[in-house]
Each structure stands twice: as C-alpha cells, then as structure tokens.
C-alpha cells in the first residue's frame, strides 16, 4: 500500500505539472503561434506520460494480481526505506 501510495502521488504530481506548464508559459508568451505549438508540444508529451504510466501501472496491476511481492525501486530510493518488501 506504501509503494502504490507513492507511485500514485507521484503519477498525480507529474501530470498536474504536465498539464500545468503549457498554461503558465503561455501567460508569459505574448506570440499566438508559440502558444499553439507549445500546446501542441505539450499534448504529445502528455500522451507518452499517459503511455508510460499506464504500461507501468498495469505492469503493478499484474503483478500484485497474481500475488506477487514486489517493490516499486524507485520508491524505495525516493523514500530511503532499506526493508525487504513484505
């Protein structure tokens, strides 16, 4: 439960900024055609973070399906935990 909190919050934490920063930028941009293509260039990298997280959420999903024990490694780095998972 630890590790899927933390692969949640982190997922969230990754898309708000994803989607956020097109917005942010474009208050700073006066140029209609640099706001279009940030938001174009943004679009397609949100695409391939949805790509990314839903193979890894799946990956988890199986896994933990099957009961299997396993850790998410870079959770245990994030957060220092040195136990074995459970």
């Known amino acids: 439960m630890h ?3 933390w692969f949640g919050g982190a997922a969230l934490a990754v898309a ?3 989607l956020l920063w097109p917005f942010l930028l474009s208050a700073v941009v006066p ?3 640099a706001i279009i293509a940030f938001y174009i260039f943004a679009l397609l990298l949100d695409l391939a973070l949805l790509v ?3 193979i890894a959420a799946l990956r ?3 896994r933990a ?3 299997e024990w396993f850790e998410i490694r870079w959770v245990r780095r994030t957060t ?3 136990e074995p998972p459970l």
């Open 52 to 54: 990314v997280w839903l």
């Open 3 to 5: 590790q899927a909190r």
């Open 60 to 62: 988890y999903s199986r």
């Open 65 to 67: 399906a099957h009961g």
């Open 80 to 82: 220092g935990r040195n």
């Open 31 to 33: 140029n209609v055609t």
């Open 16 to 18: 708000a900024v994803a």
